[in-house]
């Protein structure tokens, strides 16, 4: 599917890269011969997340989360054309595009793409709208995936850790079928966001390979069978022929050309490539530099992502999936991650954030984050006295289980906002932790974390990770990974470059091992982490359901 090679690479020849985050787009100008980012610009989401009611009013259920697609397109009008704008790129200097998305995130269309939540007598119905990732709501769906899936000894399970994450493609379709089978029955496409926004761009629907490794459960080139859907639900059988199959499209490739509806919306060129659409976390690898095995790359934001390549294959408990090609070609590509960091501190600045350090961070021009930052800086490890769990949002990684929540044990009426906020930074750290030995003993070596996403400007977050991990710690030398990433992979695809290896040579970016652990405050912190781990054994591998139960409980009081 790649165009043929064409020397594009030189000073005067451009791409796109659009990253579609949880709450936002961004919009990066890309030079092709080294990557240099010419302008950004960043279009939030009118509707944001829906999570406590549709647009029209109707309630939604807890542990919903939804998204309206019209928002996307929203980035395409207003973003594209402001990066270029400010870019002083000329629209015929512009070769392709390329995006990313957040993961898994799908949404039901029509054979034609329509999104079912636009179509006026379905506004009202949750089903019909885009689940973002975090939508953890078919938690029990994904329960019985794997439950089914370990009884009947299917092969493919083990290349997910053993279990099925109620984020996933088919975990969010079962609860689709199961709670509205009128809308089940009319989808006619169910589709990745990612796979959608390519679609719209160029006219083909291409699904990509990553998603569909990664989130679709396709292995060696096949789906799940339809006896083991059928055996789900017998309604179910059909799902992947009738509502998920289509050619896949690999990295890099070519989906098609930029529409004449498309080039109307961005300023761009009718006919440039659109490369195959990626994930967030998986395009920004080869844009941190991490094109050979033992580096991970942890893109930091609302969540965390760990992703990395490696020549070994191994079967790593409750890693998110491993795919062969699935960040770069000839390696397996892995990937795992915490559900919730940014979204933890941030539900902590607003819950935990009194009017007199408002008023202090104020007069000190710092922000919420900076001041308690600050403050928590201050301490030396382990004064606060405090231990946290980062379940908030649940656990991706490694045990898979969203119906868990967070802890924070040790506090007292002394304690401060500013030690529940380290405490914070130092549960995700400890996650972290628990995901690198899960592949270390698994017999995947990570030798160095590369650190992506916003949160990478935290200097006390990064210092905290590297005397955890007792790694070094290296940073992507840009704001906008991701949307680098997507520029690079539409690089390959205008044929600039030969392949993603030699877009990442040319345009990738990443200062190595800027934080290096502290032998002093890594002792301290193993201390710490033993600690973590005996309540996240305790709490998360059955020795006390006490988290189920109040889930339970929650959603009796709330029915």
Known sequence: ???????????????????????????????????????????????????????????????????????????LRIAVPEALARSGVRPDQVVGIG??????????????????????????????????????AAQAQADRITALADARKEPWLKRYGGKISSEWEFAKALQLLEEDPELYELTERWIEAADWIVWRLSGSYVRNACTAGYKGQLQDGSYPSSDYLAAL????????????????????DRAGGLTAEAAAWTGLPEGIAVCVGNVDAHVTAPAATAVEPGRMVAIMGTSTCHVMSSDQWAE???????????????????????????????????????????????????DPHEHLTALAAEQRVGQHGLIALDWHSGNRSVLVDHDLSGVVVGLTLSTRPEDVYR??????????RTIIEAFETSGVPVRELIVAGGLMKNPLLMQIYADVTRLPLGVIDSAQGPALGAAMHAAVAAGAHADIRAAAHAMAKARPAVYQPDPERAAAYDRLYAEYRLLHDYFGRGANEVMHRLRRLRTEASA
């Not at 639900?233 to 890099?252: A, E, H, R, T």
Request: proline letters at 8%; glycine letters at 12%; one cysteine or more.
């Open 1 to 75: 599917m790649n165009a043929p090679h064409e020397d594009h690479a030189n000073l005067d020849t451009y791409v796109i890269g659009v990253d579609y985050g949880t709450l936002s787009g961004r919009a990066v100008v890309v030079r092709v011969a080294d990557g240099a980012e010419l302008a950004v610009a960043e279009h939030p989401y009118t509707h944001a997340v829906l999570d406590r009611q549709l647009p029209d009013g109707t309630p939604l259920p807890p542990d919903w989360a939804l998204q309206v697609p019209a928002d996307y397109i929203d980035v």
């Open 99 to 136: 995006t990313d998305f957040t993961a898994c995130t799908v949404l039901p269309v029509l054979a034609d793409g329509t999104p079912l939540c636009e179509l006026p007598e379905f506004a009202g119905r949750p089903h019909a709208y885009v689940k973002l990732w975090r939508h953890h």
């Open 233 to 252: 639900n017998p309604d179910f059988s059909g799902f992947v022929i009738d509502k998920l199959d289509q050619p896949i499209g690999q990295l890099g």
């Open 316 to 366: 790593v408990p409750g890693m998110c999936g491993v795919v062969e090609g699935g960040i770069l070609p000839g390696l397996w590509g892995y990937e795992a991650g915490q559900s919730g960091v940014g979204d933890i501190f941030g539900w902590f600045v607003r819950t935990g954030f009194p009017a007199s350090y408002a008023e202090e961070a104020a007069a000190l021009g710092r």
């Open 423 to 432: 405490a914070l930074l130092e549960a995700t750290a400890f996650g972290t």
